[in-house]
């Protein structure tokens, strides 16, 4: 198994305890604010992403396959009311094996079969030239590392039950799949700061975003809510300002790409905020627009203040 090695400045630059993979460029770290961690925080055991063997297939052990069955029994509980019914056919279409990680021949074959996708076994977080790359040729990264136990409710970086469980479901979908596939186009062609622009469209959509206008039937389609038990629970429960504690609840906000644009997102912690598309559709009305000239527009106006305590640097 490949050891990654752990660099000072991308760990401060995605929070102390994540993992710095050795493709890891300096475009690629996720926090979008000039937050630093504290370097007195616990320093975590890093984890170690595996590599396919010749024919493609990954050995896990016994604790690994038991805390993907942990999880999935989890998510089981929680996910039927509060994921889009596109997520629900997308999940049972992968029929996921209940007790093992499964191995990604049989999610491509799936994903093949539904949108023409396949995934692409990475070793944790990409820098963004390879993950655009991927996307634009319809693969779709995955880390082969599973979460520890202490890890289980929510985990800073994408491990391969976010990739699988969180976002490979909706890949069968096709506005969802075409707006993956325009999102990495975009990308390839776009300059390192416009990247970060795009880095937020993708935050609020593919990996943090609602659907659904009204907030009876608001139901979750970002995988990175997703694959988080506690973040599945915690996004629907929506705060309004009459609530008592507003600060524990989140803030429901409409969709509006100039704005999504302007937003700062912290990926170490918990979403304060989540934008809420009408329905699935629209993310291809999305990928049809103007995205780049908003782009621009983002980039003239600057970003929105953090919603989240930002540490001086
Ligand atoms: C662009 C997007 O917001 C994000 O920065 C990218 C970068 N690298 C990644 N790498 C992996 N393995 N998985 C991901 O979801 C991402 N997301
Ligand atoms: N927080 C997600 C994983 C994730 C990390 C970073 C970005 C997106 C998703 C989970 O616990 O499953
Ligand atoms: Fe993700």
């Known amino acids: 198994m490949e050891r990654l090695p752990h660099t000072n400045s991308v760990n401060k630059a995605i929070g102390a305890n994540s993992v710095a993979c050795k493709t890891l460029g300096t475009d690629a770290s996720h926090d979008d604010s000039a937050y630093k961690k504290q370097d007195s925080m616990p320093k975590k055991q890093p984890y170690v992403s595996h590599q396919p063997d010749s024919h493609g297939h990954i050995h896990y052990s016994d604790d690994e396959n038991g805390m993907w069955q942990a999880l999935l029994e989890r998510q089981a509980e929680q996910i039927p009311n509060r994921a889009c019914p596109a997520y629900l056919d997308g999940l049972k279409k992968l029929n996921l094996p209940a007790t093992r990680i499964p191995q990604l021949h049989d999610i491509d074959a799936v994903l093949q079969a539904t949108t023409g996708w396949q995934t692409a076994a990475v070793p944790a977080l990409i820098s963004f030239g390879k993950f655009f790359k991927l996307l634009a040729n319809k693969s779709f990264p995955v880390a082969t590392f599973i979460r520890r136990f202490d890890d289980m409710d929510y985990i800073e970086e994408p491990d391969i039950f976010h990739e699988i469980v969180g976002h490979c479901p909706l890949l069968t979908h096709p506005a969802f799949a075409t707006f993956n596939e325009t999102y990495g186009k975009l ?3 776009a300059t390192k700061e416009e990247r970060w622009f795009l880095a937020r469209l993708y935050w609020f959509t593919i990996e943090f975003g609602l659907v659904g206008q009204n907030q009876s039937s608001r139901r979750i389609y970002g995988g990175g809510i997703l694959s988080s038990p506690s973040e599945t629970v915690y996004a629907l429960n929506a705060g309004s300002e009459k609530q008592a504690e507003p600060q524990h609840k989140p803030e429901h ?18 979403q304060p905020i989540y934008y809420v598309i009408d329905d699935l559709d629209t993310l291809f009305d999305i990928v049809n627009s103007d995205i780049m000239g908003m782009v621009k527009q983002a980039m003239s106006l600057g970003l929105f203040e953090p919603s989240y305590a930002v540490k001086n640097a």
């Open 187 to 189: 990308g390839l062609n």
């Open 253 to 270: 906000r409409a969709f509006d790409l100039l704005d999504v644009l302007r937003t700062p997102y912290r990926i170490d912690h918990i």
